[in-house]
Structures are given as C-alpha cells and as structure tokens.
C-alpha cells in the first residue's frame, strides 16, 4: 500500500471515527433528554391518577348521601318525576335534571363539546 493510499484510508478512518463519535454523542443527548421526559411524563401520570383517586372518591360519597337523602326523604319534591324518560324508559326524577344541568355546565367549561353523550342517558 503506498503512503497516500494509506494516509488517505487513515484520514478516511478518523473521519469516521470523528463522525461515530459525534452521532454517539448525539444519541446520548437524546436519550438523556427522552430520560428526562419520561421522568416528567411519570410524575404528571402519578398526579392524574391521585387527582382522578381524589375525584372518584369524591363522587363515591356523593353517591352515598344521595343515597342515604332518597331513603330518609323519599317524598320529597326533588324526587319526583320530571316528566323526562332515560333511553330504556325508566324516570328521570327532578333532582336528575339538577344533576344532569350541572354535569353538562362543567363538561363544557373543561372543553366537552357534547357532555350529553358522556354520562348515563
């Protein structure tokens, strides 16, 4: 091999050591950065699921005191029928109405654009 044969194959071998290097030092960056969004992506996840634990547990009791207000209340005014039928015809009882008002009112605000369709009808 003559020496500009092999000064040229050495200079051709270090740019491509050159260029491995940078392309490692590039996908290291990545990854580092991909590391760090994952990490945030994580923390937002464990924030979701306390505040959905927090707003179940929220409807849970809610539930129960509507509950517990239908047993200890069954004559009154609110419970009474709206006139308005759920899809397999059983009542829609006043206090639904209050419900279903609001429920929609909310969905909207958070961006929604048809709540009807996202609760029980």
């Not at 927090?54 to 517990?68: E, P």
């Amino acid at each position: 091999m003559s020496t500009d044969n092999f000064l040229g194959l050495a200079i051709a071998n270090n740019r491509a050591a050159h260029a491995a290097v940078r392309s490692a030092d590039i996908n290291y960056e990545n990854y580092i950065s991909w590391k760090k969004h994952a990490k945030e992506l994580e923390a937002e996840v464990a924030r979701l699921k306390d505040a959905l634990a927090i707003k179940t547990a929220r409807a849970d009791g809610l539930a129960a005191m509507n509950k517990a207000y239908a047993e200890a209340h069954p004559d009154s005014p609110l419970r009474a029928d709206s006139g308005k039928r759920y899809k397999d015809g059983d009542i829609k009882r006043k206090i639904t109405l209050i419900f279903e008002a609001a429920f929609d009112a909310s969905a909207k605000n958070l961006g929604i654009s048809n709540p009807a369709s996202r609760r029980a009808d």
